[in-house]
T-cell receptor, first 112, second 115 residues
Framework: AQSVTQPDIHITVSEGASLELRCNYS??????LFWYVQSPGQGLQLLLK??????LVQGIKGFEAEFKRSQSSFNLRKPSVHWSDAAEYFC??????????FGQGTTLQVKP | GAVVSQHPSRVICKSGTSVKIECRSL??????MFWYRQFPKKSLMLMAT?????????EQGVEKDKFLINHASLTLSTLTVTSAHPEDSSFYIC???????????FGQGTRLTVV
């Protein structure tokens, strides 16, 4: 069965520190992969997406993600975290139907 | 980019009443729309997929008589929560995809509270 897994439910980092959020997928073929961010009480904002091509994807707000086929991973990174990055982060995958399977989400807390 | 508008953003209704949520694609024709539900502090779960002019396909465990989905035009899909109960309180969010598109675009979501 298709699935997307985010192993870390909650992560705390200090402001200015680097960040990596993990995402693993299980699909029959390489899926389209997405990272979304959700602030409390808000909708989803797309950070970046991978369809094909260059495996290092640049997104908004200084985020990037790297697709690694050998590890079935699509980890999200940011070199220096800001307090405003505190939020819920969701990794998601889809086939060519547009139907998304979401990971469980990772709550990011940023310490001053 | 493609814009999807969802309305209302928040709604409070009394137990036993029905509430309708609209999802509109503003600048493209949405041949497929998806409806998701998010419980507090949980991830998003797909409820159903609707294709314009066809009956919606519901995911396992979703009551189709409870959550009525209509996708009568290429720019509008509606989700009606019938005979709402407090356990239906949740965040509902739609996404829409154009013909052949690889990506579906999300609306802003609707926070439903049933009292």
């Amino acid at each position: 069965a298709q699935s997307v897994t985010q192993p870390d439910i909650h992560i705390t980092v200090s402001e200015g520190a680097s960040l990596e959020l993990r995402c693993n997928y299980s699909y029959g073929a390489t899926p389209y992969l997405f990272w979304y961010v959700q602030s409390p009480g808000q909708g989803l904002q797309l950070l970046l997406k991978y369809f094909s091509g260059d495996t290092l994807v640049q997104g908004i707000k200084g985020f990037e993600a790297e697709f690694k086929r050998s590890q079935s991973s699509f980890n999200l990174r940011k070199p220096s975290v800001h307090w405003s990055d505190a939020a819920e982060y969701f990794c998601a995958g889809s086939g060519n139907t547009g139907k998304l399977i979401f990971g469980q989400g990772t709550t990011l807390q940023v310490k001053p | 980019g493609a814009v999807v508008s969802q309305h209302p953003s928040r709604v409070i209704c009394k137990s036993g009443t029905s509430v309708k949520i609209e999802c509109r694609s503003l600048d493209f024709q949405a041949t497929t729309m998806f409806w998701y539900r998010q419980f507090p502090k949980k991830s998003l779960m797909l409820m159903a997929t609707s294709n314009e002019g066809s009956k919606a396909t519901y995911e396992q465990g979703v009551e189709k008589d409870k959550f009525l989905i209509n996708h009568a035009s290429l720019t509008l899909s509606t989700l009606t929560v019938t005979s709402a109960h407090p356990e239906d309180s949740s965040f509902y969010i739609c996404s829409a995809r154009g013909q052949g598109g690889a990506e579906a675009f999300f609306g802003q979501g609707t926070r439903l509270t049933v009292v």
